[in-house]
């Protein structure tokens, strides 16, 4: 089944910018979507199709996706951005076609 | 859109497992979405279990797929999971999750609505 590579963790100071990568083989050809999860809650989406944000997600919230490499760039960041972050694709040819990355732990500074 | 998860906390070893997940404010029977459930182990990421299209068509995970069965409600808006001859690595929260699928060019989009989660405990 495909594989999504995400970082244990990325640490930024706030008002700087902080950039999640998630990589894939050729994920550049598929569609990322991008969940933000704090402690003891349910995920949330901010990013999905790549680079398009839900209704209410600040435009600090980016996404980009190209080759095998997908990023989340939070700009701005504050503190209330701490939280855990995990990519997701949909695998139109697999048995196993949704897959979520291991998930990225941003610390706020 | 709120989706609420309900269920037993605590299952012993070798029962099944069973969820319930109940939608309100709008349909379970659009065909522009699927309804999935998904897993988390303590202090673990997302694991994707299965996901289930109104008219029937289901997907599950091949690592799970001889014990796991999904099913709709529609007339009760609920959307059902059981995992059979569970241990103790079953122990999670379980999320319910609303689906996007761009019905037109048959493309499945990202998990838009979340259940709050139920944590379910596998011990004796």
């Known amino acids: 089944s495909y594989v999504l590579t995400q970082p244990p963790s990325v640490s930024v100071a706030p008002g700087q910018t902080a950039r999640i990568t998630c990589g894939g083989n050729?994920?550049?050809?598929?569609?990322v979507h991008w969940y933000q999860q704090r402690p003891g809650q349910a995920p949330m989406l901010v990013v999905y199709?790549?680079?398009d944000r839900p209704s209410g997600i600040p435009e600090r919230f980016s996404g980009s996706n190209s080759g095998n490499t997908a990023t989340l760039t939070i700009s701005r960041v504050e503190a209330g951005d701490e939280a855990d972050y995990s990519c997701q694709v949909w695998d139109s040819n697999s048995d196993h076609p949704w897959v979520f990355g291991g998930g990225t732990k941003l610390t706020v500074l | 859109l709120q989706l609420q998860g309900s269920g037993p906390g605590l299952v012993k070893p070798s029962e099944t497992l069973s969820l319930t997940c109940t939608v309100s404010g709008g349909s379970i029977s659009s065909s522009n979405y699927y309804w999935g459930w998904i897993r988390q182990p303590p202090g673990k990421g997302l694991e994707w279990i299965g996901s289930?299209?109104?008219?029937?068509?289901?997907y599950y995970n091949p690592s799970l797929k001889s014990r796991v069965t999904i099913s709709v409600d529609t007339s009760k808006k609920q959307l059902s999971l059981q995992l059979s001859s569970v241990t103790a690595t079953d122990t999670a929260v379980y999320f319910c999750?609303?689906?996007?699928?761009?019905?037109?060019?048959?493309?499945?989009?990202?998990?838009?609505?979340w259940g709050q989660g139920t944590l379910v405990t596998v011990s004796s």
């Open positions: 289930r299209y109104f008219i029937g068509r289901t």
């Open positions: 199709d790549d680079n």
């Open positions: 999750a609303r689906q996007v699928y761009y019905n037109g060019v048959g493309v499945s989009g990202p998990f838009d609505y």
């Open positions: 050729n994920i550049g050809t598929k569609s």
